[in-house]
T-cell receptor, first 116, second 110 residues
Framework: NAGVMQNPRHLVRRRGQEARLRCSPMKGHSHVYWYRQLPEEGLKFMVYLQKENIIDESGMPKERFSAEFPKEGPSILRIQQVVRGDSAAYFC??????????????FGAGTRLSVL | DAKTTQPPSMDCAEGRAANLPCNHSTISGNEYVYWYRQIHSQGPQYIIHGLKNNETNEMASLIITEDRKSSTLILPHATLRDTAVYYCIVRPLNTDKLIFGTGTRLQVFP
């Protein structure tokens, strides 16, 4: 897991507030993936980004959730107007590219979001 | 919608080999098999992957049957720190995302 940096590790928000989760990929990786793990459930894919582009957002909720991966800086997963059901662990992964060995995804330690 | 089937749980004595099976009978010719594990509350950790041939690295060995319909992850000398949920994943060719199933919860006991 070393290499993919996520912060904060723990985030507490009240209902209606915004949550911003950050992910810095491993050195040399330009592909970022976000996954969500609800309590006692498996990991679910949310979104896949390359620099400045969203490639696949098929797992993103239609409202309140957005993601970006700017040319400079970390990838951001933004949740607006959080609700209790957003409480989960959010994991970021990165890879060198697409296909075969380049697509091996390495995960960060996650951000645990708690909504009060 | 995982394309794999794994037993929900397994036990293994410390120091013994842990053999974790996975069925992927609908796998396509060019789809890789990936193994990850998740130790409690941590991020998933990549273990190994393969296409057709058996693979070995410093963590584990992956044995893929000749018809590619199943595979086995082998931890040669399990330790208590190997206690985790192990996920076998077949990633479809037309997608970059990993689809996690429910995995196998491996408990290594002293």
């Amino acid at each position: 897991n070393a290499g993919v940096m996520q912060n904060p590790r723990h985030l507490v928000r009240r209902r209606g507030q915004e949550a911003r989760l950050r992910c810095s990929p491993m050195k040399g990786h330009s592909h970022v993936y976000w996954y969500r793990q609800l309590p006692e459930e498996g990991l679910k894919f949310m979104v896949y980004l390359q620099k400045e582009n969203i490639i696949d957002e098929s797992g993103m909720p239609k409202e309140r959730f957005s993601a970006e991966f700017p040319k400079e800086g970390p990838s951001i997963l933004r949740i607006q107007q959080v609700v209790r059901g957003d409480s989960a662990a959010y994991f970021c992964a990165s890879s060198r590219g697409r296909g075969g060995d380049k697509n091996i995804q390495y995960f960060g330690a996650g951000t645990r979001l708690s909504v009060l | 919608d995982a394309k794999t089937t794994q037993p929900p749980s397994m036990d293994c004595a410390e120091g013994r080999a842990a053999n974790l099976p996975c069925n992927h009978s609908t796998i396509s010719g060019n789809e890789y098999v990936y193994w990850y594990r998740q130790i409690h509350s941590q991020g998933p950790q990549y273990i190994i992957h393969g296409l057709k041939n058996n693979e070995t690295n410093e963590m584990a060995s992956l044995i893929i049957t000749e018809d590619r319909k199943s595979s086995t992850l082998i931890l040669p000398h399990a330790t208590l720190r190997d206690t985790a949920v192990y996920y076998c994943i077949v990633r479809p060719l037309n997608t970059d995302k990993l689809i996690f199933g429910t995995g196998t919860r491996l408990q290594v006991f002293p």
